[in-house]
């Protein structure tokens, strides 16, 4: 059977991606999603996202990770399958979309090139030491570090990820530096076990994070740096909860191929 897909990234954070209206692809298939994320032996990405129909929807995103495991809420993701509807003529301007979290509104530029998406609210953040965690989508452990730019990001995000309690499950693991106009994010990631370019569930915890520990109220812009570029990301804060969170950056196309898979 031939695959057709198509290559997105967003800030570097590089995904696979499947039209799959007809459900031609039976992607419940660990070991097909790992070897077409394999950099090596397959296309190579840090996961596979599935266009599929949704009634009451525009669509549906169904996402794995590299590890073929079905994956929670991906952020860069996200971004990038509203491009790619775009793209097939789904959408204009305006998305709708049923994810792992639930439902999402984006909006996107006239040339598809930049995604605005609205992720969930917080409601509830917890301490683990001198590091937050919280559920953006996907759960995220955010520590605020200096010299980030140094840090074996892969050992010591590893290190945390497999650590009690979060080894059974596996937590995203954010490394924060305030640069005082910016916020330079690494993130380690559970599912591509390995350090990513950029994650948008990660700079959405860490920029809600640093409006917490800095006690900043109000409607918050944060800026973030990230290996793979620049993402933005937007909420209200009233002391309490976080809403109206938006996660903004570029969702860049790449190439369009094909690859025979067993079925």
């Known amino acids: 059977m031939k695959l057709y897909f198509v290559k997105y990234e967003g800030a570097g954070n590089d995904f696979i991606l499947v039209d799959n209206r007809s459900r031609v692809v039976n992607h419940e298939q ?3 999603i790992s070897r077409l994320c394999n950099r090596h032996f397959g296309i190579g990405a840090d996961g596979v996202l599935f266009l599929q129909n949704k009634p009451g929807f525009d669509f549906e995103m169904v996402y ?14 996200g971004r990038c399958i509203v491009a790619f509807a775009k793209k097939l003529k789904i959408i204009d301007r305006h998305a709708h979309f049923l994810a792992a979290d639930g439902p999402h509104h984006a909006t996107i530029s006239e040339d598809g090139g930049w995604v605005s998406l609205q992720m969930i609210d917080v409601y509830d953040i ?23 730019e140094l840090k074996d990001v892969r ?3 590893k290190k945390i990820r497999y650590s009690a309690p979060y080894a059974e499950n596996g937590i995203n693991v954010n490394f924060v530096e305030d640069k005082g106009a910016y916020y330079f994010v690494r993130t380690y990631e559970r599912g591509v076990e390995d350090e990513t370019y950029a994650c948008g569930t990660g700079v959405t915890a860490a920029a809600i994070a640093m409006a917490r520990q800095r006690d900043d109220v109000g409607e918050i812009h944060t800026t973030i740096h990230t290996l793979g570029g620049k993402l933005n990301v937007h ?6 909860f976080f809403t109206q969170v938006f996660l903004e950056g570029p969702a860049t196309y790449v190439y369009k191929g094909v690859i025979d898979i067993v079925r």
């Open 126 to 148: 917890k301490n683990d030491g001198k590091a937050l965690v919280l559920d953006t989508g996907s759960p995220h452990y955010v520590l605020n570090a200096e010299r980030v």
């Open 64 to 77: 794995y990770n590299a590890d073929g495991k079905p994956s929670s809420m991906c952020g860069n993701g």
């Open 155 to 157: 050992a010591e995000g």
């Open 235 to 240: 909420f209200n804060y009233d002391g309490q």
């Open 30 to 32: 660990p070991r097909l």
